[in-house]
T-cell receptor, first 111, second 112 residues
Framework: SQQGEEDPQALSIQEGENATMNCSYK?????LQWYRQNSGRGLVHLIL?????REKHSGRLRVTLDTSKKSSSLLITASRAADTASYFC???????????FGTGTRLQVTL | KAGVTQTPRYLIKTRGQQVTLSCSPI?????VSWYQQTPGQGLQFLFE???????NKGNFPGRFSGRQFSNSRSEMNVSTLELGDSALYLC???????????FGPGTRLTVL
């Protein structure tokens, strides 16, 4: 079963614009991770944020985590056509020893 | 370091057959997890192995099984294939229990 939902389900922006994706989850977590997937290929790990962290940056990526609202957001600044992909959040709970994925956001960046 | 490798990349089988998929983790990673991805159900956890022991299992029927070898390589087996087993099967390895998981390119299984 899915841990939660991501919104929007699809997002279309132009190159240079910022893209924001949101993720909500249901249970307490150890950490939350964001992954990218290009056209049904393998998942690429983007960033991990632990439950005691509120914000994390990696290059053009900024992730926030609000454990009180059980939500996270991924911001991609200055989007490029190469950022076109599906983005998934995944939560890790220590007792379950597994990642539980959200439904994903399909991002389309046009020139 | 070489990434996670999965073989074969594509597979076509017919209903009732069985299939074995293979995964080689990143060198030094002892945890290997398997996921199934379908358009309808999304990414679903199958099982996780650590040091040849299954640590966790998802909500899949007993037709889905796996194992891990002493060199951390892992295999998963699906017996008596059904049309609904058509999916992308992804393997991931991790060096620590709650760390990043690194995914392989996946095996695309089509059941006819």
């Amino acid at each position: 079963s899915q841990q939660g939902e991501e919104d929007p389900q699809a997002l279309s922006i132009q190159e240079g614009e910022n893209a924001t994706m949101n993720c909500s989850y249901k249970t307490s977590i150890n950490n939350l991770q964001w992954y990218r997937q290009n056209s049904g290929r393998g998942l690429v790990h983007l960033i991990l944020i632990r439950s005691n962290e509120r914000e994390k940056h990696s290059g053009r990526l900024r992730v926030t985590l609000d454990t009180s609202k059980k939500s996270s957001s991924l911001l991609i600044t200055a989007s490029r056509a190469a950022d076109t992909a599906s983005y998934f959040c995944a939560t890790y709970t220590g007792t379950a020893s597994k990642l539980t994925f959200g439904t994903g956001t399909r991002l389309q960046v046009t020139l | 370091k070489a990434g996670v490798t999965q073989t074969p990349r594509y597979l076509i089988k017919t209903r009732g057959q069985q299939v074995t998929l293979s995964c080689s983790p990143i060198s030094g990673h002892r945890s290997v997890s398997w996921y199934q991805q379908t358009p309808g159900q999304g990414l679903q956890f199958l099982f996780e192995y650590f040091s040849e022991t299954q640590r966790n299992k998802g909500n899949f029927p007993g037709r889905f099984s796996g194992r891990q070898f002493s060199n951390s390589r892992s295999e998963m087996n699906v017996s008596t294939l059904e049309l609904g087993d058509s999916a992308l099967y992804l393997c991931a390895s991790s060096s620590v229990r709650d760390g990043e998981q690194f995914f392989g390119p996946g095996t695309r299984l089509t059941v006819l």
